[in-house]
């Protein structure tokens, strides 16, 4: 009896060995048609929103001789067309996998010859929700390949896509192909700190530069912060003298000319943030009598956390009841705005910590004679909005100044027309709360679009890292552990839980790199390529035709494009050993890893 239910167990045992090797094989097979299909060694990213390359796909050589016709009197586009030709001729970019396995070859066809660009309105300027639609058509046949944009910003978008379907030395063109393109959100980007640690004009032009590559197209720049004030601005030069790291580590109005100028031709706006009240520490070298708490021990011994005077080293609070503040800010605000063309000001308004405005005797008055917090920040919000409106600006604060728990502002006084909130906590549900309550925003949950978390804190003597038996800094010991990684970014829904009315709201979503422990050594790796997986979720989505999420079909085609863009000079950090690329498939898993 035990014999024969051994011999049993033993044939059974072999059936299911060659059926998991039969499974496992069409598996193989199935991800090796994925492979096929999905990363043919050609790509555009972001994935357009149509793209037709039907079935056998055909590659014809690109000419020598190829130029681009286009409407020249357009002085970004202009701009933007000889930087592609350039491009396109010189690249003779190598995929990681052979285009030759997949794709016919056509070395008989006529080279395309000329790529054709019309522009249906060429004075539409580069603001929020501007039309960047495009469509390209480059036809089988060779000769001449068509694209037509609504708009300047658009034809640059087309151009970034042909510029990707063209590979090889000598190059060779995608041909019979058909796209139709425009993105899902009008706000997609990223958002750098240069108050914590300094970045040169040239980083922040390669960070632009891959930008426009990627379809991002706004340079969130947050300027100042209590640690340095590194802008020149003309009417209060003090500031940047008395309050940056130094004269070698300042932005004088012709670096901020340079940058807001290459943006344009980047088709990139470049959006400023002058934070205050909160996070102005560093005005304080220049003007100690209206800043609170300045220069300070931010959480000194004994004292509770609720009564701490900054949430991290770095304090400092302008004061809403000095006069004098509000002649220096409106003097920023009026040069910002004359250095900056975008239509958006970014003023902060966030983490407003209770214990720096009750470190100032005026203040304290104001609260022994019945005033509160909330009431001083919106004495602050009443002295300042009007003036930012004035100036023919959308004012975006920080989604603390109405959604905080303990220093908040009233509804009425940020008129929505006028307003822009972008969240950073709580996930979906302060979008939910933002949106529900009429109000436009953009998205920058910290739990997913954060790209300094899980890098550990800047605390030089943190006992939470003197651990031997496990450590508490498990998720990277930072206040928004762990590492954000580019599937979690890309899986983000920025609209979910929201009602069709409520979604019209999202702007879009920006990812943030702040830079207590980034500075220019680094500024590539810890962007890119998580920023590459925020544009093509906020270009084209994150779901493919069915409605199922692609990030699995995403990982091949974001190795290709990682490599690209370090060719083109892009520090990006790799997302898999090169291994996994060279076998489709085998990094993979059949089973859950929760």
């Known amino acids: ?70 409407p020249d009197h357009h002085k970004y586009l202009s701009s933007s067309v000889k930087r592609y030709l350039q491009l396109i001729l010189s690249e003779h970019h190598l995929p990681l996998v052979n285009p030759s396995s997949f794709i016919h070859i ?49 034809a640059m978008r087309g151009l970034e896509t042909f510029s990707q379907l063209v590979w090889g030395d000598p190059s060779l063109v995608a041909v019979g192909v058909y796209v139709w393109d425009s993105p899902l959100f009008g706000h997609r980007g990223v958002m750098l700190d240069t108050s914590r640690n300094f970045y040169g004009v040239q980083d922040i032009l390669r960070t632009i530069e891959a930008m426009s590559a990627n379809k ?10 209590s640690h340095s004030f590194p802008l020149m601005v003309p009417s209060e030069p003090e500031l940047a003298s008395k309050g940056s790291y130094g004269y070698s580590m300042q932005y004088s109005p012709a670096d901020v000319t340079k940058i807001v100028e290459f943006g344009l031709e980047h088709g990139v706006r470049v959006l400023p943030e002058i934070d205050s009240p909160g996070h102005t520490g560093s005005w304080a070298a220049a ?13 000194p011994d004994g004292v509770d956390w609720a009564d701490r005077l900054a949430s991290e080293p770095g304090t400092g609070h302008l004061n809403p009841l000095n006069p004098k503040t509000y002649q220096v ?38 609260l022994s004679e019945g005033g509160t917090l909330s009431q001083l920040l919106e004495h602050f919000v009443n002295s300042t909005f009007p003036y930012i409106v004035s100036l023919n600006r959308t004012v975006v604060y920080w989604e603390d100044v109405l959604l905080d728990d303990n220093i908040k502002v009233q509804s009425t006084a940020l008129p929505q027309e006028h307003t822009i909130l972008q969240t950073w906590n709580n996930g979906h549900n302060n979008t939910k709360r933002i949106v529900s309550s009429g109000y436009r925003v953009i998205v920058s949950s910290s739990e997913f679009y954060y790209l300094d978390c899980g890098h550990g804190d800047f605390l030089g003597n943190d006992s939470i890292y003197d651990q031997q038996t ?13 590492f954000k990684t580019w599937q979690t970014i890309y899986n983000y829904d920025i609209t979910y839980g929201l009602t069709e009315e409520e979604v019209k709201l999202v702007l879009g979503g920006e990812v943030a790199l702040w830079s207590e422990q980034a500075d220019p050594t680094v500024l590539d790796v810890r962007i890119w390529p998580r ?58 898993t059949f089973n859950s890893l929760l």
Request: proline share 7%; aromatic share 10%; charged share 15%.
């Open 470 to 482: 496990g450590s508490e800094a498990k998720d990277g010991g930072s206040w928004c552990g762990p």
């Open 287 to 299: 003007y100690p009598d209206i800043v609170t708490c300045a220069n300070m021990f931010w959480w």
């Open 329 to 366: 800010l409106k003097n920023i605000i009026r040069d910002v705005a004359t250095l900056f063309p975008e239509p958006f000001y970014h003023g902060g308004a966030d983490e407003i910590i209770p214990g720096c405005w009750k470190a100032d005797p005026t203040i304290q008055s104001f």
């Open 106 to 154: 056509n070395t008989s066809a006529p080279p395309l010859l000329t790529l054709s660009v019309t522009v249906a309105d060429l004075s539409a300027p580069l603001h929020h929700g501007v039309d960047e639609s495009y469509t390209l058509t480059i036809p089988i046949a060779g000769g001449a390949a068509d694209l037509a944009a609504q708009t300047a910003w658009g």
């Open 216 to 225: 991002l197209n706004v340079f969130h720049w947050h300027i100042t912060d």
């Open 1 to 70: 009896m035990f014999s024969a239910f051994n011999t049993f167990n033993a044939s059974a045992l072999q059936i299911l060995i060659i059926l998991s090797l039969l499974l496992a094989s069409a598996a193989q097979i199935s991800f090796s048609s994925s492979q096929s299909n999905s990363n043919s060694g050609v790509n555009v990213w972001p994935k357009p929103r149509n793209f037709s390359w039907p079935q056998p796909q055909q590659a014809n050589l690109l000419s020598p001789n190829f130029t681009i016709t286009f």
């Open 531 to 588: 920023a590459s997986a925020v544009a093509e979720s906020l270009w084209s989505g994150n779901r493919d035709e069915k409605g199922m999420k692609r990030y699995a079909e995403a990982t091949d085609r974001l190795n290709e494009w990682r490599s690209r863009i370090v060719a083109r000079g892009v520090g990006a950090e790799p997302i898999q050993p090169l291994w996994c690329v060279r076998n489709p498939g085998m990094c993979n």
